[in-house]
């Protein structure tokens, strides 16, 4: 696989131009961009274009191979000349981002790509090709930016901890916990004094133990490709069966359960801290079952799994004890990854 290499473009920033962080989020379904600027008020997030998932050609996911991997390369590279520019109209005629120039916006501190566990199982299934896309990425998009880029997985700790990191960055205090629904795996992550496997992190002017678990291979996807053949989580399963239950589609999933088993002691001693829920999570109603499993409507977002995931995600909150009175959030983890460059918060040594 040949690297492809380009002059960056010298554009002089503007005389107030504000320190920025280019940060892409490389996830199991999609690469997205993001941009911070950093004002007296706090992180402005700019959000990007989506390209394909960097793990795709590895993974030969959406009908990717690695004879596509430089044009999965080239397109992550081109949303940043893409952002800088309107992005195409909604539905509703709005523009899908709003035009960035960073290049006289922007001094930019630090550029990284962060893939998660969609690239952290490409890398277990085949180290070679993943080193190559690694290696050609971050040769390419250093070129770009005529700077030292960082290109890598983010740990499974990582993970969870930035989604932590940036609802804290919003909160007055720490004194919550975030359970985080992705594609591939799932994460858990709360200050916890008591555990022995905390790490310390910098948070603000302070030092915090803070406890993370990542169930990896347990994400919404990665489940959907285990459970698919049970009939009891078929989208619109109680129009087939009218003694339909959601016991049913649950008796396939007491694996998860049973490995959710010490987290959950964990999180029932941790008091009662306040909880919120990113990711997949953040888009639950409580009709979802209802609508998906008894009476088999489409929503327009994958049908075939709705059911599935209606209920797969209930269970997931009662295996690991969270409280029923959590909260959504919208946050990105990306922000979380942002603070912890700008403050080095895992640098407590």
Sequence with gaps: MAA??????RVQ?????????????????????????????????????ETDALSDPV????????????????????????????????????PEW????????????AAAVFATAGMRLAEVQDPRNSALIWRNLNERLSTKLGMSVTTRSLTEYEE??????????????????????????????????????????????ETVPVFGHSFLGWGQDEAWRKFRNSSACAWGAGLKDPNWRVDDCEAAMVEFAESAAEVSRKVESS?????????????MQNTDIDHFCRKGINDGFQPESSCFRAVY????????????????????????AVVCTATRCLETR
Excluded at 98 to 109: G, L, N, Q, T
Excluded at 276 to 282: I, P
Excluded at 320 to 333: A, I, T
């Design 4 to 9: 492809c290499s380009s002059t960056p473009e």
């Design 13 to 49: 920033p503007d005389p107030d131009a504000s320190a920025c962080y280019i940060i892409y989020d490389a996830g199991s379904s999609a690469t997205r961009l993001f941009i911070y600027e950093e004002t007296g008020s706090g992180w402005l997030k700019h959000k990007g274009p």
């Design 59 to 94: 993974r030969r996911n959406r009908g990717k191979s690695m004879s596509d991997a430089n044009n999965v390369i080239a397109n992550i590279l081109i949303a940043l000349d893409n952002i800088r520019r309107d992005g195409p109209v909604d539905e509703n005629g709005d």
């Design 98 to 109: 709003p035009a960035f120039d960073w290049r006289s916006r922007c001094i930019v501190k």
């Design 160 to 205: 969870g901890l930035y989604a932590w990191l940036a609802l804290r960055e919003l909160r007055s205090d720490g004194d919550f916990a975030v359970a985080e629904m992705g594609g591939v795996s799932l994460q858990v992550t709360f200050p916890c004094p008591f555990c022995e496997n905390a790490t310390r992190v910098r948070v603000k002017d």
């Design 271 to 283: 008091g009662n801290m306040r909880w919120y829920l990113t990711s997949a999570f953040s888009y």
């Design 313 to 336: 995600l209930q269970n997931v909150l009662d295996s690991l004890s969270v409280p029923s009175n959590y909260e959504l959030s919208k946050v990105n983890w990306t922000l979380g």
